[in-house]
């Protein structure tokens, strides 16, 4: 069973900066993607970024592109979320999720999920 662990939540002011960790308990992350997304209160959940190990790639959403960069440490089983120039927007429950076929998109949802990590952005 795939298990995975959200870490490096918490408060900030609007403009500051966190960094999120998702440990994964896997043999090795290289054929996995890994995604984060969020969900904020009276919300659906959203996808924020997403990881693809097997080549490198990376996405974001386009309420996060150039504020919040995704990398991994494969030697680690880890992908990070730095988020920066944060603001009261991005105040949400963080998740970080994979899965066998997933691969970044919505065609393979993926099927394990971390317990998440509250973000809270106010001044």
């Known amino acids: 069973q795939v298990q995975l662990a959200e870490s490096g939540g918490g408060s900030a002011q609007p403009g500051g900066s966190l960094r999120l960790s998702c440990t994964v308990s896997v043999v090795t992350l290289d054929y996995y993607a890994v995604g984060w997304f969020r969900q904020a209160p009276g919300k659906e959940r959203e996808a924020v970024s997403c990881i693809r190990n097997s080549d490198g790639h990376t996405s974001y959403a386009d309420s996060v592109k150039g504020r919040f960069t995704i990398s991994r440490d494969n030697a680690k089983n880890t992908v990070y979320l730095q988020m920066d120039s944060l603001k009261p927007d991005d105040t949400a429950v963080y998740y970080c999720?994979?899965?066998?076929?997933?691969?970044?998109?919505?065609?393979?949802?993926?099927?394990?999920w971390g317990q998440g990590t509250q973000v809270t952005v106010s001044s």
């Open positions: 999720a994979t899965g066998t076929d997933y691969a970044c998109s919505d065609r393979y949802p993926p099927q394990h």
